[in-house]
């Protein structure tokens, strides 16, 4: 034990979590430091999985006003959010074989352009 050699990085920001806080968090910071002249600050997220999203299996929808106010301009730059949800349904599974569509659990006609967490 020792010859074990403990390799080191200096961050200025540590972010735990590459969620949505956190992955918005980071991407922020940024941001404000390349319009403050500070481009040597240096942000990193620290992730449990081996890639960012290795942990979504929900299939949830991403609304993505907040990816908007982010990315202003996120259509010039070819984004991967490219999937618009066309339908949206909610369903109360009642057996193996029967489901009950519930409508009153969404607003007719959904809240907008809505994305699946790819």
Not at 28 to 36: A, F, G, P, S
Not at 46 to 71: D, M, Q, T, W
Not at 104 to 114: A, D, L, M, Q, S
Request: aromatic share 6%; proline share 7%.
């Amino acid at each position: 034990m020792d010859d074990f050699e403990r390799k080191s990085m200096e961050f200025d920001v540590v972010i735990v979590g590459a969620g949505p806080a956190g992955l918005s968090s980071a991407i922020k910071i940024r941001q404000l430091v390349i319009e403050n002249n500070q481009p040597d600050l240096a942000v990193c997220v620290v992730k449990k999985g081996y890639e960012v999203g290795a942990h979504i299996h929900s299939g949830a929808v991403l609304e993505p006003r907040a990816i908007n106010e982010l990315f202003p301009n996120r259509d010039e730059q070819e984004a991967p959010l490219n999937i618009l949800v066309s339908i949206d349904e909610t369903y109360f599974l009642l057996s193996d074989t029967k489901a009950q569509n519930i409508t009153w659990i969404t607003p007719e006609g959904g809240g907008g352009p809505n994305y699946p967490n790819m």
